[in-house]
């Protein structure tokens, strides 16, 4: 899914750039306070690793190619964070020696598969494994997972970036500037493959890479897992922090709102009578006027931001659609998070331990 | 693998099934589809052919070779933002003679250049954007018409026209930009620009290691393969076998690659590394480099510029 200069406008790709610095601030600002200098060779190493993953491509027909990444498998052994600089890195030799995903593009490019793709790929990792044991089959099982969903989330990341370039960029007669699929073309173009080979290949990967740790050397995953068992029978070290913390919470409802907000834009109409009464097919419905209460509290409350997610003009709808979007992840993010700290709260009033139930040790009924 | 071979006394299959021939004549024998191991050996061969080509034209006394890495850093992203504004293909058309007239300039294999270019990316995008072109995908004024729906003409429209050919040039000229900065700075003197444009010393040091374990693990990715076909007879297949050897080579090069890092660190250590790099020799800013500056700006001015006069 390397995207290549000309495919994106500048204007997209100074985006792409302004999202990936301050995640490579943070990750070079993460990794290096946790083992300073050694983390340098090692790094180096797994770039150059991830950098071989992906030199093996297969062409799909939809503008650019598939192939595993590995950032998912670095993600599990490493963490997320030396997973973005290892992939940073592995990209940017592409785009400088192969002409594989472009100079400009290279914003857009770490985006989607030097950030997205490992920290998609290792929450659902970590969702799925739980807290069973190093060597277990769950672990391989969720890091398969974690390989297919990170891999699907950076090409879903992909296809809008392609997706949204023909709304936004036109000549006067209508030619689209960049990219000239729609996003109703983009998605299902880019999903396709990458649910069945490319997902499949990573999922192989990730899993069978984690599998042969487990089984040859399983003490390599420690220090990325700790308070994890070995295997079934050791008694695991305690917890050290609670992992729904509110504002994990919160940045997990964010994420996942920001992924699936682009899908609106592919949705043909208006829902159920939402905008107004006349749009209902009543005939369908077998009734022959609009009901009284609906026709009373339509329009009860007219008073709204951006109603009927556009500006009032009417005007650059993909855009006042985006800015609804934004308006409205960042009221239900305040909202997810005074739940999540009420909740915690609570909990932690009642057990003292605001994990005291989800805390119980694997391996101790063994 | 035992299935593979089912009788033992005959002589085994694969002394007599002829692979690709290398008779200049052509191919003799039969053409078999290769198996992922090798397309692995050929892809890393290849990696390294176009490697080492690239640093020996990087040698050559051309044009662009006698400039800073720095200048022809900053320059090749100003003028990817100007090709990427560009409106009109026939402004970009320009560019991409200028690009073509620069290689020259700097002694690459013209016939090189152009293929590296056109060869790969710009073909591929060109049947990428070709759905493009039609009716159904991008609606407008219909110049060619192929067939009718519903009494409406479908076919070739002058807006998807006109999209693809701009999408196709611009990548084209893009990748020419790309190639030319690439093959005429060596690898070490590029990392040097990158550190002195900014780029925090922990990313390059990564960087110009990690360039040096691409060659490494090349190696042992090559090694364990041909091992394993070493041992193997017939082929290795596409089953479950070939995916779990496929997972533990990987699973096993993680493995070295954990080690060798571990060691490498100390190594350093032992050197005196404490987290700092420090090079050689400092690139100097000569008066060439300030004519090549100002002849960027000029060239992204006139890019832009002759794109606002030709009209959008």
């Known amino acids: 899914m390397h995207i290549p200069d000309g495919y994106l406008s500048p204007q997209t790709c100074a985006v792409g750039y302004a999202v990936a610095a301050p995640v490579w601030y943070l990750a070079s600002q993460r990794v290096t306070k946790v083992v300073k200098t050694r983390n340098v060779p090692l790094l180096a190493v797994f770039a150059a690793l991830s950098f071989l993953v992906m030199m093996f491509n297969i062409p799909i027909p939809d503008g650019t190619t598939a192939h595993a990444v590995g950032g998912v498998v670095v993600a599990i052994v490493l963490g997320p964070w030396a997973a973005v600089i290892a992939v940073s890195v592995a990209l940017l030799f592409q785009a400088l020696l192969f002409g594989d995903g472009g100079v400009l593009a290279y914003g857009a490019n770490v985006v989607n598969m030097a950030i997205l793709l490992p920290f998609v790929g290792y929450a659902v990792y970590r969702l799925v494994a739980g807290r069973s044991p190093l060597d277990s089959t769950r672990r391989v099982v969720a890091a398969a997972a974690g390989g297919y969903a990170g891999i699907n989330a950076a090409a879903l990341a992909a296809a809008v970036e392609f997706g949204i370039q023909p709304d936004l960029f036109r000549t006067s007669s209508g030619a689209p500037l960049y990219s000239p699929y729609h996003l109703s073309q983009t998605i299902p173009a880019m999903a396709l493959p990458h649910l069945t080979f490319a997902g499949a290949a990573e999922a192989i990967l990730t899993g069978g890479v984690l599998a042969y740790l487990a089984r040859a050397d399983v003490r390599r995953l420690v220090p990325s897992h700790p308070g994890v068992p070995l295997s079934a029978g050791d008694a695991p070290s305690p917890r050290r922090h609670r992992v729904l913390t509110p504002g994990r919470v919160t940045a997990a409802f964010l994420a996942l709102a920001v992924v699936l907000t682009p899908l609106g834009l592919l949705a043909p109409g208006g829902a159920f009578g939402e905008d107004s009464p006349a749009d209902l097919d009543l005939g369908r419905a077998g009734i022959d006027a609009v009901p009284a209460g609906l026709e009373k509290y339509n329009g009860f409350w007219s008073h709204t931001l951006l109603g009927g997610y556009g500006f009032s003009d009417g005007q650059h709808a993909t855009l006042a659609y985006l800015l609804s979007a934004v308006v409205g992840i960042a009221v239900v993010a305040l909202l997810v998070f005074a739940v999540a700290s009420a909740v915690g709260t609570v909990s932690r009033r009642r057990g003292g331990s605001g994990d005291a139930t989800a805390d119980v040790p694997v391996g101790t009924s063994a | ?312």
């Open chain 2, 1 to 312: 693998m035992s299935a593979t071979a089912p009788v033992a006394t005959r002589t085994p299959d694969w002394l007599l099934q002829g692979e690709v021939g290398l008779c200049p004549c052509g191919c003799i024998g039969r053409r078999r589809k290769g198996s992922f191991v090798e397309k692995t050996l050929t892809g890393g061969a290849q990696l390294l052919r176009q490697v080492m080509f690239s640093e020996d034209v990087a040698a050559r006394g051309g044009l662009l070779q006698r400039l800073d890495p720095r200048t022809k850093l900053v320059s090749l992203f100003v003028l990817l933002v100007a090709v990427g504004l560009v409106h009109n293909v026939g402004v970009l058309l320009a560019a991409y003679a200028v690009t073509l007239v620069l290689a020259a300039a700097s002694r690459l294999p013209l016939g090189f250049f152009v293929k590296r270019v056109w060869l790969f990316v710009p073909v591929f995008t060109g049947i990428v954007v070709l759905p493009a072109t039609l009716s159904v995908v991008t609606s407008g004024h219909v110049v060619v018409e192929l067939w009718s729906w519903h009494g409406h003409p479908q076919g070739l429209t002058s807006q998807g026209l006109t999209s693809a050919a701009l999408v196709v040039a611009r990548v084209a000229t893009s990748i020419s930009l790309v190639v030319l900065l690439t093959l005429t700075t060596p690898w070490v003197r590029l990392l040097a620009a990158l550190r002195a444009v900014g780029v925090p010393r922990m990313f390059v040091l990564v960087i110009g290691m990690a360039y040096r374990y691409v060659f490494l693990l090349l190696a042992t990715v090559t090694d364990m393969y041909e091992a394993r076909k070493a041992r193997t007879v017939g082929s290795l297949g596409s089953g479950a076998t070939a995916r779990s050897f496929l997972a533990s080579s990987a699973g096993a090069l993680f493995g070295k690659s954990h080690h060798l890092s571990e060691e490498v660190h100390l190594a350093m250590v032992a050197r005196g590394y404490r987290g700092d790099a420090k090079t050689l020799e400092a690139a100097r800013f000569r008066p060439a480099d300030a004519l090549a500056a100002a002849l960027t700006v000029a060239l992204a001015a006139a890019t832009y510029g002759g794109d606002l006069l030709v009209g959008r």
